[in-house]
């Protein structure tokens, strides 16, 4: 308790939780964007199919529709990046660009005409990787690593199923399939 500005200092100034604190961060800050005024984050959305849309492959994990949102995607990206950075930093970042950018070029692709915002695309990345790599490599750690995944965030995959409630459905199942794409390239590419 002595050191906790220290321990907090460190959260955001070194590798490698600093990659998972300041994602966090800016997803406060893009969901307050969206609370103070939903049209400010609007330019920031995936729209498919449109040039401005483009600009939400990198931005729209950030925004969120409001603190039901991010409070649904935030405890999930840190538990799930946290299993994918205990594979190293670069590795990390590695996966989380790679599965970020081909999950937001394919949704801007193939999604519906709507906009798409929210890390979940990334968090079922994130999932499909752990548990690809699992099937990839079988060793021990990773399998457990996955059965936990499973276990506890197996039921976020209701979520690749279409609904008409506003849910990136689309996203969640792209995102899905580019963190096994991910793996994939990784380990048999």
């Known amino acids: 308790m ?4 220290g321990t907090l200092a460190r959260l955001f100034t070194d590798p490698p939780y600093a990659y998972l604190s300041w994602a966090a961060v800016a997803m406060v800050v893009g969901t307050l964007i969206g609370f103070a005024s939903p049209g400010a984050a609007r330019p920031f959305a ?5 040039g401005g ?3 939400g492959i990198l931005t729209a994990p950030f925004i969120h529709t409001g603190f039901a949102h991010l409070f649904a995607n935030l405890p999930p990206f840190i538990v799930l990046g946290a299993l994918i950075l205990r594979r190293g930093d670069t590795r990390f970042l590695g996966v989380a660009a790679a599965i970020a950018i081909l999950q937001g070029f394919l949704l801007w692709i193939l999604g519906r005409r709507a906009a798409h915002v929210g890390m979940s695309g990334l968090i079922f990345g994130f999932f499909g990787y752990l548990v690809a790599v699992a099937w990839l490599t079988q060793t021990s750690t990773d399998v457990l690593v996955a059965l936990a995944t499973l276990v506890f965030y197996g039921g976020m995959l209701a979520g690749i199923a279409p609904a008409r409630n506003g849910t990136s459905w689309e996203g969640h199942l792209l ?3 580019s963190g096994v794409a991910v793996a994939w390239v990784q380990y048999r590419g």
Request: no cysteine; charged share 20%; hydrophobic share 45%.
């Open 2 to 5: 002595d050191d906790l500005p």
């Open 46 to 50: 995936l729209v498919p199919r449109t």
């Open 53 to 55: 849309g483009l600009l």
């Open 175 to 177: 995102g899905l399939l």
